[in-house]
């Protein structure tokens, strides 16, 4: 025992086991070796770039055990600290590491404050050490993450927050992207989704190196990498490849056991593949304080900037999105972007695009009447193949759908002329725009475009620039009953109790007939009225009760039945999915292009090809255990060239029953009477 007692200065695990067993019997061990340890660090600071092996071990040492003896070790962390931020570029790259693992440690421990070790740890992202880099980004994230789980700790968040506005500032490229980084990845991971970190993000926007400027655009298109392993509520429903395996591991071993987990790992692929949607999120643009300012300074900067095309794609999307949801003015936006829509102009489905989601309601109509009349020459002409007429007409239906008084109507006459174009992707565009100003505007169709009138177009109100159509009722309600429906089933009614009669309940059972309970009204209640008695109707119930959330799924089904039955016809009440229209436009609208089906040998056999992914190959089920044992005498017949079975073919042709060769003898002669 004395022997291995007198070997522990030189082994410093066995001495950490020890002492986290049992500190206060190894405190003078410890103090041996934190003296050592403050001896050989005013050795090394005469010359920080040198590597200290032995250095390193003693500071990962008393990180481990530090929490054992707080009251030696409490200049410890400040040492680090001062050393990391005196001498962060000239130590060794292994020295340095060392260092911020012993910090990281003494964090984990709560022997050091947060805002002051973070501070450190964004002033180290500008050294040129990626590990480093990567290692104090996790660290940071994974740290952020703990503190705020149960309850958010705001004077931090403000603390670290302010913080890195002014590292978003920084002069180096590298510390500022990281700490950008830092707060995009926090707020998808809806750690830090305040306001107040969009804002801080939103300054990123306006840096003077591209990639900040970039990442900080991306992440107001909601395309930032997000982690999507981080959050559990990520995690799909239904079993896991993991969970496959396992199952099929416990049983017993055979090819057929083999072949169903393989299956079913594919059809697990098949079904991820198929339920994957793109992450995005744009609860960022509702965030911002000023988004009048934020807008008008991007189209300030993107005038002015000398960035490639993509960077400047960026800006041209933001600024619409921006303009588009928070339905702003910027009346130069749409002149600099008119310049772009021409057919061989790149990512130009993404300029339309952009054009369709900076237009709105409020914007005047001479300004956006410029571009419907330039993507209309561009784009909708004899000149252009389908695809590019196609596109064209989807873009000016997007515009129209937002801004429908900015098209004129002998535009919108001379466009939906193309429906009878014997191209398929121009006539479902032209038949769409039709669609559209039938439902919105069908004055301004042809009367042979305007359709049989429905219920809504006989309600539908016109409006001018600037007017807003105010109901105090909601159109729909009239289908509703006066009195709202009793559940008599349930046995709480408005907090009260409902008691049934003794006598009633005598223990037996109850008929109910079938016919009872599925009985459903297929009449509508609103048929018999006229357009007044309606009216006084939807501003009676809307004005005295409540409507539930079944009640406003009636309203919606009662209101796409008005845009789809005609008018004076008696109807049955149809129940329909009202298309709603979100507040960005997506971009298979404007590419959604019907093309034919191509007929040459390559696309068809690229088709077939793709098809047989995924597929279990036809044959044999059941594999050889040894590729490379013999084959079977019927294998080889089948691999033996034509020359070397001829006469044993001709053997058996003249071994066929006498039914075979009348039947052959037959085919013949009525073969040779036709050549006659």
């Known amino acids: 025992a004395m022997g291995r007692t007198n070997q522990l200065p030189d082994n410093l695990p066995q001495l950490q086991n020890l002492i986290k067993r049992d500190p206060e019997s190894y405190r003078a061990e410890f103090e041996q ?133 002014t590292m978003l500032s920084d002069s180096n490229e590298m510390a500022a992207k990281m700490s950008l980084t830092v707060m995009a990845d926090l707020y998808h991971r809806k750690v830090w989704n305040d306001a107040k970190t969009v804002n801080v993000i939103s300054t990123a926007c306006f840096s003077k190196f591209t990639k900040v400027l970039s990442a900080s655009l991306r992440f107001f298109l909601g395309q930032d990498k997000q982690d999507s392993a981080s959050d559990g ?106 310049r772009f829509l021409q057919p061989h102009q790149r990512d130009v489905t993404k300029i339309l695009l952009s054009v369709a989601q900076a237009s709105h309601e409020l914007v005047p109509p001479e300004i956006i009447r410029p571009i419907i009349m330039t993507i209309a020459n561009n784009f909708v002409s004899e000149r252009n193949s389908g695809e590019v007429m196609g596109v064209g007409l989807n873009a000016v239906r997007e515009i129209c759908s937002r801004c429908p008084l900015a098209m004129t109507e002998d535009l919108l006459r001379d466009l939906t002329q193309y429906k009878t174009r014997h191209d398929k992707s121009v006539t479902t565009a032209a038949r769409s725009l039709i669609q559209l100003y039938r439902r919105i505007n069908p004055a301004m169709l042809l009367r042979k475009d305007r359709g049989k009138p429905t219920e809504a177009s006989t309600e539908l109100q016109t409006s001018e620039y600037g007017q807003l159509v105010v109901r105090d009722y909601i159109p729909g309600t009239e289908a509703l009953p006066e009195v709202p429906e009793i559940d008599e089933s349930d046995p709480v009614q408005d907090g009260w109790e ?58 919606k089904a009662q209101q796409a039945a008005k845009e789809v039955l005609p008018a004076a016809r008696k109807r049955k009440v149809v129940t329909l999915n009202e298309q709603q229209s979100g507040e960005l436009v997506a971009l298979n609208d404007i590419e959604l292009v019907h093309k034919r089906r191509p007929h040459d040998r390559e696309s068809r056999m690229a088709l077939v090809l793709a098809g047989r992914e995924d597929r279990e190959k036809f044959g044999r089920k059941k594999a050889k255990m040894d590729p490379f044992a013999s084959t079977t005498n019927k294998e080889k017949l089948k691999k033996k060239p034509f020359m070397m079975v001829r006469e044993k073919m001709k053997k058996k042709k003249s071994g066929r029953s006498f039914r075979d060769k009348q039947l052959a003898l037959r085919a013949s002669l009525l073969k040779r009477a036709k050549h006659y």
């Open 33 to 165: 070796q934190y003296r050592r340890y403050e001896s050989n660090l005013q050795v090394f600071l005469l010359q920080p770039s040198e590597d200290a092996k032995s250095l390193s071990e003693l500071t990962m040492f008393i990180g481990q055990v530090a929490n054992c003896y707080p009251d030696l070790v409490g200049e410890f962390p400040e040492q680090l600290c001062e050393i990391l931020k005196r001498h962060a570029s000239a130590l060794n790259p292994e020295i340095r590491m060392m260092f911020c693992r012993a910090l990281m440690l003494l964090r984990n421990k709560n022997l050091i404050s947060p805002s002051s070790l973070f501070e450190l740890f964004f002033q180290l992202f500008r050294c040129p050490d990626k590990l480093l880099r990567k290692t104090l980004y996790n660290f940071i994230i994974q740290d952020i993450k703990n503190l705020n789980t149960g309850h958010k700790d705001n004077k931090l968040n403000r603390t670290l927050q302010n913080f890195m506005y």
């Open 233 to 338: 509520d990520s995690e799909e429903e239904g079993p896991s490849a993991r969970d496959i395996i396992m199952r099929f591991a416990t049983n017993k071993k055979s090819t057929r056991a083999k072949a169903k987990r393989d299956k079913a790992l594919k059809a697990l692929n098949r079904h991820k593949r198929k339920s994957k949607k793109q992450n995005t999120d744009f609860s960022a643009i509702h965030l911002l304080h000023d988004p009048q300012g934020f807008s008008e300074r991007l189209f300030k900067q993107l005038q002015k900037c000398n960035e490639s095309f993509e960077v400047r794609l960026l800006y041209i999307i933001v600024i619409s999105r921006v303009v588009g949801i928070h339905q702003l003015f910027l009346f130069n936006f749409y002149p600099f972007v008119q």
């Open 498 to 555: 409902i008691c049934s009669n003794a006598s009633d309940n005598d223990g037996s059972w109850i008929d109910v007939s079938s016919d009872e309970e599925s009985k459903v009204p297929t009449e509508d209640p609103t048929e018999q009225m006229d357009p007044e008695t309606k009216v006084q109707k939807a501003q009676a119930i809307s004005q005295m009760r409540i409507i539930t959330q079944e009640e406003f799924q009636k309203v």
